[in-house]
């Protein structure tokens, strides 16, 4: 007499598999900014549930020219169903104008719909403008 396989709805150590619904609400960053200032860049993920998530948010920032000005990740545990977060990276922009290409992803064990997982924003960095001789702040 065999022993029968486990269902398939359930793993090996008699555990059901989770089931959430992570998505990236919102990618905020700043539209345009100047040459060398520290600036935020927001991330805002929801879970649609039903179950509590827990997974990894990553933000990347390439200029123009293929390079990567910023790298970020932060872990979440136990995001309940039907709530939001809001996750915060801090970066400074490069000392010469470009354009930066954010991607934003995020992802958790057993995500049921991956086409909410990837944002994406532009930045414009331009010139700092010279002040004159004699100019105060």
């Known amino acids: ?3 029968p396989a486990p269902p398939l709805e359930t793993f090996l150590d008699g555990t059901a598999p989770v089931d959430v ?3 990236i609400e919102e990618l905020d960053v700043d539209r345009r ?3 060398n200032e520290r600036e935020e860049v927001e991330v805002y993920i929801t879970n649609g549930g039903p179950d509590a998530a827990s997974g990894t ?3 990347t920032g390439t200029d123009s020219d293929g390079n990567t000005i910023a790298a970020f990740a932060d872990d979440f545990t136990d995001l309940a169903a039907n709530t939001r977060i809001e996750v915060e990276f801090y970066w400074t922009a490069p000392d010469d104008p470009t354009r930066i290409d954010w991607v934003a992803e995020v992802t958790a064990e057993g995500d ?5 997982n990837t944002a994406t924003a532009t930045t414009e960095v331009v010139e700092r403008k010279r002040r004159h001789e004699g100019e105060h702040d």
Request: no cysteine; glycine share 0%; hydrophobic share 40%.
């Open 1 to 3: 007499v065999s022993n």
């Open 57 to 59: 948010v990553t933000v």
């Open 112 to 116: 049921t719909d991956l086409s909410n």
């Open 21 to 23: 619904d992570v998505a």
């Open 33 to 35: 900014v100047r040459t």
